[in-house]
């Protein structure tokens, strides 16, 4: 059996007997098709070794991104690798591979500092306020109308409700883009976070359970604002929308989440790190348990 057939049986697996999300398994594929397969794929299960492993892995260090020519992370590196002993490990159950080479492979060194990029409240407030002022996105060269400017402005209100809810219920960026009316129950201040739309679909969150989340004045104010537009707002209808009521897209958002950082004169985070911001903020009020449980944290 060919490396190249173990691997396609492995991705199945995830995919259809583990059914991992849709995000996973693209990553996955990627990683397969793109690092592994060219370097492994014609071998013979029973001739890819140990040192055989750790030469490739020493070529990663020392050649950089084959793509960019910058150098790939340690955990990057060891991420190829487990994905490596994930598939000869499937091989060795339905192929009978004897011994899985991976799991001897030497592991890249990790140095973890343990801290993390975080906004302050006073931060998160000047974010919403730039981004609510437009200051985050370049002006419009060709369409200046009335109407387009009022939907300018409308993008920018979402915008500065989307970086405030980021912040202080900690949602991830899909589960953002897949809230709906019906999950904010602001009568007892809670968030239902009930699906994410990742690869352009909904699917679970990715704890595989649904949990709720405080609804604090600063988040129900900017949600409150947005159910006051003149469409989409029924419960079945998504709270951050594009311009046509379907999901917003994401990397439309993250060009604009940085414009908005860079003209609050903040540092540059990634838009995950809001998560961290919600996770800092909040063990400063709620216990470590209950965060852990609005963070979906298992």
């Not at 953002?176 to 990742?198: A, G, K, P, T």
Request: with cysteine; glycine share 6%; hydrophobic share 40%.
């Amino acid at each position: 059996v060919t490396f190249d057939a173990a691997a396609r049986e492995w991705l199945r697996y995830v995919e259809h007997d583990r059914k991992r999300r849709a995000s996973t398994v693209s990553d996955y594929r990627w990683i397969v098709e793109r690092r592994l397969i060219p370097e492994f794929g014609s071998r013979t299960l029973e001739s890819i070794t140990t040192p055989r492993i750790d030469a490739w892995r020493s070529g990663l260090v020392a050649a950089g991104d084959l793509e960019d020519g910058e150098a790939l992370s340690a955990r990057t590196i060891n991420k190829y690798l487990g994905v490596m002993h994930s598939i000869l490990k499937r091989a060795q159950r339905i192929y009978g591979l004897a011994a899985n080479a991976a799991a001897w492979a030497e592991r890249q060194p990790v140095t973890r500092s343990g801290d993390f990029d975080v906004l302050s409240a006073v931060e998160v407030e000047a974010l919403a306020r730039a981004a609510l002022e437009g200051k985050h996105r370049k002006p419009p060269k060709y369409r200046t109308g009335l109407e387009w400017r009022a939907r300018l402005r409308q993008q920018d209100q979402q915008d500065a409700a989307i970086f405030t809810t980021a912040a202080y219920a900690g949602l991830r960026l899909g589960e953002l883009r897949s809230l709906r009316w019906r999950d904010l129950d602001f009568e007892n201040r809670l968030i239902h976070v009930r699906h994410s739309y990742v690869m352009g679909s909904e699917d679970r969150p990715k704890s595989g359970r649904v949990r709720s989340v405080p609804m604090i004045d600063q988040v129900a104010t900017v949600l409150d604002q947005l159910s006051r537009r003149n469409c989409w707002t029924g419960d079945d209808d998504l709270v951050f929308i594009s311009p046509t009521g379907d999901h917003i897209e994401d990397s439309a958002l993250r060009r604009r989440f940085y414009g908005a950082l860079n003209a609050a004169g903040l540092k540059r985070i990634r838009f995950h790190d809001r998560r961290h911001s919600f996770g800092t903020l909040a063990v400063q009020v709620f216990p470590l348990t209950h965060v852990k449980a609005y963070m979906g944290h298992a």
